[in-house]
């Protein structure tokens, strides 16, 4: 869980994570509910190293999440599950490779849902994230999610019932 006070913020932490990871020789998946968003995009080249060719290399993979909270919002958690499953055969592809086998996944599907006042469907959506990671972790998959959420429109028990579902909880500065 990434706590943040500003968009600018957060941006910094996700890109300065996701630029790591590649650095360290893995992957980094950007799960955004912007992925569309061709000025998110142009955003997001200008800040990863190399975006272009580590895009082409499979270091980094953009995926569009939007469906999932526009469906989330009305409680159905299903198209999650594709998401899930394209992290899942990306983990056991790199684990086959020679190399790191580590896969960060940056998600912002539940900070959406959050933002919109939704927290029920945002739990329920850290609560599929969590529960994915523990069958991953069972497999012997490495991988990692950040999910960002804004500090300042979560009161401390709506901050504490999305944290229930996150093993570490990170602060942007």
């Known amino acids: 869980m990434l706590l943040y006070d500003s968009d600018n913020s957060r941006e910094d932490m996700v890109y300065d994570c996701i630029n790591k990871e590649i650095e360290h020789g893995r992957t ?7 992925a569309d968003n061709v000025e998110h995009l142009s955003k997001l080249a200008s800040r990863i190293n ?10 980094l993979k953009v995926i569009d999440s939007k ?6 919002r009305d ?12 992290v899942e055969q990306t983990a056991k592809e790199k684990q086959t490779s020679t190399t790191s086998s580590h896969v ?3 998600a912002d ?13 945002c739990c329920k959506v850290e609560k599929s994230w969590q529960e994915s990671w523990l069958k991953w972790k069972r497999q012997g998959l490495r991988i990692s999610v950040i999910c960002p959420h804004l500090r300042p ?3 401390n028990g709506e901050e504490q019932s999305i944290a229930v579902n996150h093993t570490v909880k990170l602060y942007a500065p």
Not at 67 to 72: F, G, L, M, S, Y
């Open 50 to 59: 190399e975006y272009d060719k580590n895009v082409k290399e499979g270091n």
């Open 28 to 34: 980094a998946i950007y799960a955004s509910v912007n």
């Open 104 to 106: 960060l996944v940056v």
């Open 153 to 155: 429109i979560l009161d």
């Open 75 to 86: 409680g159905d958690t299903r198209p999650l599950d594709d998401l899930e499953k394209a």
């Open 109 to 121: 599907c539940a900070d959406s849902l959050s933002k919109d006042e939704k927290y029920n469907e």
């Open 67 to 72: 469906q999932c909270a526009e469906r989330a």
